[in-house]
Nanobody
């Protein structure tokens, strides 16, 4: 069973930073694309939006509203994918998920459009 685990969420003030981590015990993340998504409170899973992704060959993609503020990276030794989030804003408040897929036939410009395996999410709240 593939189980992704996110961590690093919390409550911060606008302008502050957080770093989210995503790991998958037993699965080498360097072989597969990893996507970060977020779901706004009160909205269903269908409203989950892509935030960033990193492909197996380390290409990256970002949602327009986070470009220049968020940075995705992967540590192949620690087998962790990070999402560094700087200059956080209240509209970044959401439950953040990481996801992966082993084989996909539907691709965006960098990463797959659909993912098979998801974590439970980590809450990020930006509020003064």
């Amino acid at each position: 069973q593939v189980q992704l685990v996110e961590s690093g969420g919390g409550l911060v003030q606008p302008g502050e930073s957080l770093t989210l981590s995503c790991t998958v015990p037993g699965i080498p993340l360097s072989l597969y694309p990893i996507g970060w998504f977020r779901q706004v409170p009160g909205k269903g899973r269908e409203a989950r939006e892509g935030v960033s992704c990193i492909s197996s060959d380390s290409r990256t993609w970002y949602k327009d509203s986070v470009k220049g503020r968020f940075t995705i990276s992967r540590d192949n030794v620690k087998n962790v994918v990070y999402l560094q989030m700087d200059n956080l804003r209240p509209d970044d408040t959401a439950l953040y998920f990481c996801a992966t897929v082993f084989r996909s036939t539907a691709w965006g410009p960098v990463c797959p459009r659909e993912y098979d395996y998801w974590g439970q999410g980590t809450q990020v709240t930006v509020s003064s």
